[in-house]
């Protein structure tokens, strides 16, 4: 006859099968003798990064007493503290103003209901596939009172919001298809009509979240713990470590091909300083004619639509994602295939500073201020480095890759030289900021790493705060004229 198996005898079999495949601490071995039959959920991934080292992106919260500040203050107010804030915290000052832009967009007196402004944003996240922002605001939008049944589906929520659809779609795709007639059929929808305010909310809204959702796929964003898809039951079987180590994010993942990256660029920031140097010179000595800047602008145009921006097949989203926009099939599509041609959008004519600051500050008071700041912040920072090199001006850099982003959008700055862009921004750089701004869904942790080998996480990061505002500007100058002529 067989020896029954007491209780205790099976909890050291247990742990004793465990310890076999894993190396396991006392303290988890005790541990999982004492909560034997609790599933504990642990990490997916290394930290809220899946580019970053974990211990890169930890240092500095720790370490620089204004970020945790500030990250303190984001806890408070919203009972959490999201991976994107942590990530950001690399620059504590843009961080300040993007959360409270950002509090201010979801919590603060405004035009729009909160469930609304969850709704709207669970919309605008989806159209880039972008799950990590879609749950965050499902959990949002349930807690400030939202209908449920809402959640099944676009088609489920109100007529108001569905009109919200093609917006939506032109403005994270081909904005400068925007016309005045989209925005009259939203003001003029009889019953379901938008008021101006409740629209200029909306369009803030949605631009916002295009852009946030190129942030969070261009810097590898992994969800929280506690998040659809932050964790598993299972533990990962790697001998080497401590199961808790894994959790904990303690591997060594990236150190090897950080080593190798260095190697086989040796020289990358010298050769873009020198450029620098070199198209300052050129500044200095000759300018070139209007029409000459036009022509450069039009060829450098035409060459963004060359450059390709996945390295995979088309992206197909999940029916959870899915539901809550119309046509999934619309994408992105650069503006002057087939022979189309769509008109410059010369930022002389209607510009951020001049025109759309002040409309929208009318409508939505205090907001316009806030995302000037915003914008100011991520185009004027700087700590005069580029990788180890100290005292260095990189204002021409920032600009080339702002003026480049527009460029994509087709819009144009009279003052700007584009020639310029072609020397500061190489090909692998280039297909990471567009593939980042027009289809973030698609990129990969192999384009993060290709471009600026030698530079530090905390300056890509900086480059993708740039990437993120140039697009939301760029989204907002188009929605922008388009209620300017609509009201003229």
Request: proline share 4%.
């Amino acid at each position: 006859m067989r020896h029954a198996v007491g209780p205790a005898e099976n909890v050291e079999n247990n742990s004793f099968a465990v310890s076999g495949l894993f190396k396991i601490c006392t303290h988890c071995e005790r541990l999982s003798k004492k909560d034997l039959g609790v599933r504990i959920p642990r990490p997916l991934g290394n930290g809220p990064s899946r580019f970053i080292p974990e211990k890169e992106i930890l240092q500095v919260s720790k370490v620089d007493a204004r970020t945790q500040a500030i990250i303190e203050d984001a806890f408070a107010a919203l009972g959490r503290l999201d991976n994107i804030s942590l990530v950001m915290g690399f620059h504590p000052q843009y961080l300040e103003s993007f959360l409270r832009t950002q509090h201010y967009l979801l919590q603060m007196d405004g035009p729009l209901s909160l469930h609304y402004r969850h709704y709207i944003g669970i919309m605008a996240a989806a159209r880039h596939q972008c799950s990590y922002l879609v749950n965050l605001h499902v959990n949002d939008f349930l807690q400030v009172g939202g209908d449920p049944k809402w959640l099944n589906g676009l088609d489920e929520a109100p007529q108001k919001l569905q009109q919200l659809g093609e917006l939506n779609k032109i403005l994270a795709h081909r904005p400068w298809l925007l016309t005045k007639e989209h925005i009259e059929r939203l003001l003029k929808a009889e019953e379901h009509s938008w008021s101006l305010a409740e629209l200029i909310h909306a369009v803030v809204l949605l631009t916002h979240y295009h852009s946030l959702a190129s942030f969070t796929f261009g810097c590898g964003i992994t969800p929280e713990i506690h998040c659809d898809g932050g964790h598993t039951f299972r533990p990962p079987s790697l001998s080497q470590y401590c199961v808790c180590d894994i959790a904990n994010g303690n591997g060594h993942a990236n150190h090897h091909d950080d080593l190798l990256g260095n190697q086989e660029v040796c020289g990358e920031v010298e050769v873009l300083m020198e450029r620098m140097k070199q198209l300052q010179e050129c500044r200095d000595d000759e300018e070139a004619s209007q029409e000459e800047m036009a022509t450069r602008f039009e060829r450098e145009k035409t060459e963004s639509m060359l450059v390709v921006t996945a390295e995979d097949e088309e992206c197909v989203p999940s029916r959870d994602i899915s539901r809550h926009f119309e046509d999934p099939s619309y994408g992105y599509k650069d503006f002057s295939r087939r022979g189309e041609h769509v008109p410059t959008f010369r930022v002389q004519d209607y510009s951020w500073e001049d025109h759309g600051f002040s409309l929208v500050n009318r409508l939505y008071p205090d907001v316009g201020q806030m995302l000037d700041e915003k914008f100011q912040m991520a185009y004027n920072l700087t700590y005069n480095t580029m990788a180890t090199h100290k005292d260095v001006d990189t204002s021409m850099l920032r600009r080339a890759i702002w003026n480049y982003i527009h460029c994509m959008f087709g819009i144009r700055y009279d003052d700007y030289d584009y020639g310029e862009i072609n020397q500061l921004l190489d090909r692998s750089f280039k297909i990471y900021i567009k593939t980042m701004v027009c289809s973030p869904e698609k990129t990969t942790k192999r384009m993060y790493e290709s471009f600026w080998r030698q530079f530090q996480h905390s300056e890509k990061v900086h480059v993708n705060l740039l990437l993120m505002e140039a697009r939301m500007q760029a989204e907002l100058l188009y929605a922008l004229r388009a209620i300017t002529r609509y009201m003229t």
